[in-house]
């Protein structure tokens, strides 16, 4: 099992640019998400998929969209890159069980808006 | 609003020399408490859910105990491998709404 996988690893915009961050997991979760760290700031959450089919906004979603291309598979889109928007990007996955779920991460993509 | 205070920011440790984490939280209706490990440049990597005061699990060199305001990470006799970043985090309210901390930069010396 590979897990959560996460494509690409590094990436560098510059202002204005698009691009998407791909995340795939094979544990056959039903909820993702995506978060972004920033050093002295927890992990924020930017949108998740609480199922397939489904999204829904985060603490932060301002400047992203999100797709939930199918169980496997939830894309993080920037439509125009900007600055602020330089940081880490994490996707996590969860199947909820009972009292609460546990969130498994990717390897991350490091991202730089120039 | 939720809230997840991790003490100290850093940490440095001889080998052999025995510490604590600390995650103080503020919630309404704590459903679990996670750690997490994350290594420089990695994903974090799940440790262990708490989900009542009183709680204790262990792994290895790690035991994790929760109260109903905080919870430690104790590590016994650390060795240079467990360097890392140790993450607290809470789930309270909806499965979606998880709070993390911002860590805990645990260095250990040879």
């Known amino acids: 099992n590979a897990g959560v996988t996460q494509t690409p690893k590094f990436q560098v915009l510059k202002t204005g640019q698009s691009m998407t961050l791909q995340c795939a997991q094979d544990m056959n979760h039903n909820s993702m998400y995506w978060y972004r760290q920033d050093p002295g700031m927890g992990l924020r959450l930017i949108y998740y998929s609480a199922s397939e089919g489904t999204t829904d906004k985060g603490e932060v979603p301002n400047g992203y969209n999100v797709s939930r291309l199918n169980k496997r598979e939830f894309s993080l889109r920037l439509e125009s890159a900007a600055p602020s928007q330089t940081s880490v990007y994490f996707c996590a996955s969860s199947e909820p069980t009972g009292l609460t779920d546990t969130q498994y991460f990717g390897p991350g993509t490091r991202l730089t808006v120039l | ?110």
């Open chain 2, 1 to 110: 609003e939720d809230q997840v205070t991790q003490s100290p920011e850093a940490l440095r440790l001889q080998e052999g020399e025995s510490s604590s984490l600390n995650c103080s939280y503020t919630v309404s209706g704590l459903r679990g408490l996670f750690w997490y490990r994350q290594d420089p440049g990695k994903g974090p990597e799940f440790l262990f859910t708490l989900y009542s005061a009183g709680e204790e699990k262990e792994k290895e060199r790690l035991k994790a105990t929760l109260t109903k305001k905080e919870s430690f990470l104790h590590i016994t006799a650390p060795k240079p491998e467990d360097s890392a970043t140790y993450l607290c985090a809470v789930q309270a309210g909806g499965y979606q709404k998880v709070t993390f901390g911002t860590g805990t930069k645990l260095q250990v010396i040879p």
